[in-house]
């Protein structure tokens, strides 16, 4: 009997659990239904997820990344090219040269973010990248410091290192392997030229290339009778069929004579409407590179007879004779009128270069100022500001697809590598304190614009 009963008491025992186990079943199923069960249920899912990265919004201009409310500034530096690209502690296995070439970012950490304006100048016994002896096909003689009586070259030992990038090296063939079958346009004012020679220099080694054709015919690129030279060069390597050009157009206005037949005769300066050249040959580039800035003075547009036309008329809006209004306006009306182009040539690489620093020193160009300095870096070596040092062209940038070439900020820094008083001819009571010494700070330009292509 004793038996009995314990059996009986362990049967009960069992159907008491198979009861439960039925009731907490049913309740997790209704559980699983309820509506406020898988909300709750997604706010912690919400909620486990990563947070140790910042989390930028989508930048579809070049302009400055956004960051979300909560999120550490300091993790993700803000870049002027809307450039974002994040880096990685992990090590990267062995490369090919060329590989190494197209990752112009490495890896160092994922919360920071290459900026190309931001960083410091460094001494490199590598420099400079070509010979200014040598270069004497593609650089004009002018602009040659090494064949002026200039003194010290010092300024040629030194190399741009953008905050967070780790830029490769330049290798003139893999840049013309990248570049193969495209082409390369510059149009702007003689530092747009001189950043077209440069990149002829440093894609030829600085060396004599007689391969290297001259196709500035197919452009109109020819010197017209009694000129003193064309509006520009166009050359191609013929192995890869890169076309690297420069087109002169100081103001990015549309110049029309108004009286063809008459040499002194004064010419339309279209405020609104972009150079006949860009709007002809846009469909040929794949990168383009504009720049404007020193023409825009009273003295160069009177010499030039230069008169202000806007909606295709003399203008007559006492605000826009103002100079730097005039300026402003061009520049918003080529990025308006280029970036809209953009949609219907997707290929086109688009970038606007900021204006390149003057260096005059107690005085200006036509005042006895002069830029003596022969000492790199003395008034430092890097730059740490937030934002262009030139507010017109980001501006304009701002919400369009056209890239921001931020040069002016780290050319400031070197004073010393101007023409300064030396020519060819000897040393002169006058200094160039606008234009470069080439080799120089221009390479360092191009070094900006093949990393970001």
Not at 25 to 51: C, F, G, V
Not at 362 to 387: F, K, R
Request: glycine residues 6%; hydrophobic residues 35%.
């Amino acid at each position: 009997m004793k038996g009995g009963n314990s059996y009986s008491f362990r049967g009960k025992h069992i159907s008491l659990a198979l009861v439960a186990l039925v009731l907490f079943t049913t309740l997790m199923w209704t559980w699983e239904r309820n509506p406020i069960a898988t909300t709750l249920r997604s706010a912690q899912e919400w909620y486990r997820l990563p947070s140790e990265f910042p989390v930028e919004t989508p930048v579809e201009s070049v302009g400055t990344p956004t960051m979300q409310k909560g999120m550490d500034k300091s993790l993700a530096p803000i870049t002027e090219n809307g450039t974002k690209l994040q880096l990685d502690t992990e090590s990267v296995p062995a490369v090919s040269p060329e590989t190494q070439y197209n990752q112009n970012v490495t890896s160092s950490s994922r919360n920071k973010v290459c900026n190309y304006a931001k960083g410091k100048w460094i001494a490199d016994r590598r420099r400079p990248l070509y010979s200014g002896f040598s270069c004497k096909q593609w650089l004009s003689s002018m602009w040659s410091c090494r064949m002026t009586q200039r003194p010290d070259f010092s300024f040629e030992g030194y190399r741009w290192q953008p905050e967070n990038c780790d830029m490769q090296e330049f290798d003139r063939s893999a840049f013309l392997r990248k570049m193969q079958d495209k082409t390369i346009a510059f149009i702007g004012d003689s530092l747009g030229r001189q950043q077209f020679q440069s990149l002829m220099c440093m894609a030829t080694g600085g060396e004599k290339s007689p391969e290297v054709e001259n196709v500035g015919w197919e452009y109109g690129l020819v010197k017209p009778r009694g000129a003193i030279r064309p509006d520009g060069w166009a050359y191609r390597f013929p192995k890869t069929n890169t076309t690297i050009l420069y087109y002169w157009s100081a103001s990015l206005c549309d110049l029309q004579p108004l009286n063809i037949t008459d040499k002194q005769t004064n010419v339309a300066m279209h405020l609104d409407r972009p150079p006949a050249f860009m709007r002809q040959f846009l469909d040929r580039f794949d990168v383009l590179v504009l720049n404007t800035g020193h023409h825009w003075n009273r003295g160069k547009l009177n010499a030039n007879r230069w008169v202000m036309y806007v909606n295709g008329k003399p203008n007559e809006d006492k605000k826009i004779v103002q100079i730097a209004n005039a300026k402003n306006l061009t520049i918003y009306s080529v990025v308006e009128w280029l970036d809209l182009q953009l949609v219907s040539h997707p290929r086109l690489k688009a970038f606007f270069r900021t204006i390149s620093p003057r260096h005059f020193f107690n005085g200006d160009w036509n005042t006895g100022g002069s830029c003596d300095n022969t000492i790199p870096l003395t008034n430092g070596s890097e730059v740490m500001q937030e934002g262009s040092s030139d507010p017109t062209i980001e501006g304009a940038l701002k919400g369009t697809k056209i890239k921001i070439l931020d040069i002016t900020a780290i050319s400031q820094l070197r004073d010393e590598a101007h023409m300064s008083r030396y020519t060819v001819r000897g040393t002169l009571n006058s200094s160039d304190c606008l234009h470069w010494c080439l080799p120089g700070i221009p390479d360092t330009w191009n070094e900006l614009l093949v990393a970001q292509i």
